[in-house]
């Protein structure tokens, strides 16, 4: 198995799927190479996650970082959501194999886009943030 | 895993080696050792040794035992074709048509030609995988030395006719170059009859050691080296021989050819059982042709709206050993360059499934598979943004 | 046969698989299967355990495991390093250099090379077999991309400086490959101390199975491949992995790096009790050099007046095992490249014989080959025209 | 074994080896390219080969054609013995590998050229032979 324990138990088991129906957040991102999207729905009271799903359409490692990312975010507010880096994810997991680093990016992509639609709706100023290169570790051929 | 079922279905990335292959091969590491190079009489048995698989193997596609040349493999064996003809044939011209769904041993080492001077056409194929002949008639031109194209696709089973494009390279005096490595052991082949002049196999897709492959390659073909040194097969592949992986390949070959007639019939009906089961799940389409245009273990299908490395995850969880047309797995991002080829969008590329069946596949099997997969496909569906029901 | 005894003394031709690298090999052919790039669980043992072969080359010629890549033998290793490095490197230049003595594997490649625009230069050797640094100082242009110094010769034992040589080539910026094909598993190599950027070895020669071999790349080198296809090796080199051969490669050489020393003086002692017996023969003489510099099994001695192939024609009918330096029985008449190169005539480097020793060989062997080899020789000279007494 | 045992029996119990100290002919080939040496003793006594010998440097496939051409023509006509092809010897032996064909093919010289030594002796015109080129078959390679 290329995955960790972790990562499997994410991706057989994963928390947080679905949809919130009066999501206040939502963001969608895909990854223009592998063809993989992921979609989450934020919940935020208070400046607080109340509550957080997701739907992703792509490989084991992308469920399972959106299992985890929207767990690790899950009653945080949102500045601390923001922080979260996907190298976070990725270590939550226990680790990615090199290849599949790029699917936990999606997971940290998607929660700006949601916090910043939140922001949006608030009428709030939208957050920077760097588009990471989904693609930085894509190969492992040489 | 969530059971201790271990249902193996695929068969096309690799077999088990039979226990009689195997028990034939173990001498050759132990006691008969001796290099066959050598004079003395330990090495006489190892020289006879490779005589017969080589006889076993003209036996089974119609050439001579001096035509055969043993290989470290399937893809050593297309690199050796592809490259050797070309070097060797360079005055002759630098044009080289293949096709698009060719094995990656095909297409990289087309790059690499064309890196070096040659030109190569990736002739296009149908829905269901196939060449056209007009097609290949119009790219062939005065500076064509080499036509390859795969015997059965590996992916989506798709079989090439074959003899007609040996008669045309034949007719116009271009080498033609199969690539047979799903096909040897699984379809009769009669590289006479068919007007092959070089053609590729590799021993463990027919349940023989991985490993060692067979370049067959017509009397008077011109052909450089791809390794060059010792004398060995007659000066054509320097290398110690790897005896008991020859052995190994000779005696598969000759167990896959008596049995294969009965084992087609057979793993043809489970294969359009397994099918027609899995299209009963919605949004769900075949790749690759039916009935005796397709290989008989190959199953090959997209789940619309879900991914492939996570439909193999779930199945693996369940004890079933598959694998999809999506390379994610394996390093690259791309979907598989044969659905694309066949015409499939990039999303659902995404979604396949291959399950390739063989010796030890039973209805038994068939029908579990058919219980597990709709399920699996509905759970993934359910995490997915695409999903909509 | 005379008599049953059976007495090896071939190992540098190839050695019989020992029992406890068959042991580890044997779960691969049937159980543990799975093709290592799929992503079941059913491929897991397969990816580990070539992982750990891979670990413990790296361990023995002290490298990082990244840098070890998986062939299909010694001459597919060889092949890849010139042609690879050649072909990658082009636009740097088109200067090789090599030796006159090296094995066919390379200098087959290199006159391949040479029909392809590049130019390769040949470094004499003395007369015990060594290259001379100045030579090759005076040899390296600025054209010159590689250097392919064989690390010790197969037919009369001469261990070349490779430490110096990849001091040279490092300072030069120039690649260095050593064919250590007869090297790896007998003598301590160190690829980081001794700067070699590509080393070739063959499972062979060290008590692993045939039709395996690594070839050992540094990190950053430019090299393409000569195997092209699949993702396999990171993409280095393709073709489903000889999963059995590669299991039995690593333990091998764990097994051989294990005992090194001592059996390097082992095989030292019965090596020169057996030169210094063959040289109390009339007539003949000791080719190669004596000492460290001098492979610990190998034994090349000429005997005026007779020829190679009779030689051992008569020794095999007295059990003994052992080749020659004339290549007269593998289908070629010249006399050894290797013995013309250390400045024999024709005539005498015909009656050349090798023997060398390994893990099996007794002091009793010895004994009973200084018994036999003078009255084979008497009883040839008493045929020859030339001999006179 | 690359040989036949009729090979192998006359490699490794040669007839006729030695010299004939009061030779009426005498001829020496060498094969130059693998730089074998074969030389031909005769005793011609009434036209008939009386006793023949020879000295062979060289493989066993030489040694055993001296053999075996020695054998077969002993006690024949001088006619005979120079009718006496490689190709016979070679069939006397059961053959032998092609790449070893030339070797045969230096029994047959030696016999023509100790013949015609002896008519040279006797104040004969000497015969006409065709070199056969020793190396016709010389490659296994391709
Ligand atoms: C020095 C050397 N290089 C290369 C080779 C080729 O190795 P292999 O026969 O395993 O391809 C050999 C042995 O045959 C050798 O002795
Ligand atoms: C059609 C085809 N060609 C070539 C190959 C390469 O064979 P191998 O992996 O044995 O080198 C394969 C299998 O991997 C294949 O399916
Ligand atoms: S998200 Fe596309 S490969 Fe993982
Ligand atoms: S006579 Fe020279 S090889 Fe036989």
Redesign the pocket.
Known sequence: MIYSEKVMDHFTNPRNVGEIQDANGVGEVG?P????I?KIYLKVEDNIIKDVKFKTF?????IASSSMATELIKGKTVEEAWELTNKAVAEALDGLPPV?M??SV?AEQAIHKAINDYRKGEGLELWDYEEKDAHEHEHGEE | MENNKRIYMDYAATTYTKPEVLEEMIPYFTQEFGNPSSIYSLSRGTKKAIDLARERVAKVINCEPAEVFFTGGGSEADNWALKGIAFANKHRGNHIITTKIEHHAILHACEFLERNGFEVTYLPVDEEGKISIEDLKNAITDKTILVSIMYANNEIGTIQPIKEIGEICREKRIFFHTDAVQAVGHEKIDVKDMKIDLLSMAAHKFYGPKGVGVLYIRKGIRIDNLVHGGGQERGRRAGTENIAGIVGLGKAIELANENLEKEHERLSKLRDKLINGLLQVPYTRLNGPTGKDRLAGNVNVCFRFI?G?SILLLLDAKGICASSGSA?TSGS?NPSHVLLAIGLPHEIAHGSLRLTLGDRTTEEDVDYVLEVVPSVVQRLREMSPLWDD
Not at chain 1, 58 to 62: E, R
């Open positions: 990854n190479k592998c063809g993989d992921m792509g490989c084991g490692s992308a599949k790029h699917c999606l | 991914e490395e994610c991002l």
